[in-house]
């Protein structure tokens, strides 16, 4: 893996013979071997549009990333709101509820479009929080933010109504050695009142996403909320 010098260090760092540098090692930008790190330039940027819709009565609870931990693989019993139980789909629990009611009741996760719902009681027609990305597959990112972590310098947040503007974002961590830490982003802190687009905020925080990262947000009922990443560093898998 590492140029082994006679009469130096093994764990000289020779790019010829493995792109992953030790010194990056922890953070957005180098947390997967096999990886080279991708500095945004001039003319040339990496963006995505995640869309967080809440169309139904319920005040509910939506997380994105957070690959290790996350409530589409881990019931977390502090999301729960009315009918939105947050049952992960491919648990036995709710494998179960599936085979009880094929719409998947009080169930979390993807559908055949990647699309991540969260579902309340559908025979009371409860109708399904979205979690959505315009440029892939949710499902995809999802599982690609485990294995290629990426910073994230800029965000633009768009919603449909005003209240939506004091419910923070917040990122967090919780590592699988116990670490937890987390960090509320407040939109309004960053609303320009003179803006031209009343609901739109650029959002100029500096956080990484990796396996164990990820946001949360309150989203209010029928609102809409839509996340734009700039990404200045992410990782670029190597083939062997």
């Given amino acids: 893996m590492f140029k082994n010098k006679q009469g130096a ?3 000289n760092f020779d790019p010829a013979l493995n792109q992953f540098d030790p010194s990056v090692a922890n953070n957005a930008t180098g947390d997967s071997p096999g990886s080279t790190t991708v ?3 001039v003319g040339q940027k990496m963006q995505f549009n995640v869309v967080l819709n809440n169309p139904t009565i319920q005040t509910l609870t939506l997380e994105l990333f957070n690959y290790l931990n996350s409530y589409v693989k881990i019931l977390n019993s ?3 709101k009315g009918n939105y139980l947050y049952i992960p789909l491919l648990s036995y629990e709710g494998l179960a509820r599936f085979k009880a009611a094929p719409d998947h009741g009080g169930t979390i996760g993807f559908n055949d479009l990647g699309n991540l719902e969260i579902r309340g009681d559908t025979a009371a027609a409860d109708p399904s929080a979205t979690i959505s990305c315009k440029e892939i597959a949710y499902s995809g990112l999802f599982e690609a933010s485990a294995v290629t972590p990426f910073k994230v310098d800029f965000l633009r947040f768009t919603c449909l109504t005003d209240p939506q503007i004091d419910e923070n974002i917040t990122w967090f961590q919780k590592s699988y050695s116990g670490g937890v830490q987390q960090n509320p982003i407040s939109p309004r802190a ?3 009142p003179n803006q031209f687009q009343n ?3 650029d959002i100029t925080v500096s956080f990484t996403i990796g ?3 990820g946001l949360k947000v309150d989203v209010l009922p029928s609102e809409n909320v839509r996340l734009a990443f700039f990404v200045t560093m992410w ?3 190597t083939l062997g």
Avoid: R
């Fill in 9 to 11: 260090a093994f764990d």
């Fill in 39 to 41: 500095a945004a330039k």
């Fill in 78 to 80: 502090a999301y729960v």
């Fill in 190 to 192: 960053y609303f320009k």
């Fill in 199 to 201: 609901f739109t905020i």
């Fill in 211 to 213: 396996i164990d990262k």
């Fill in 235 to 237: 990782t670029d898998q």
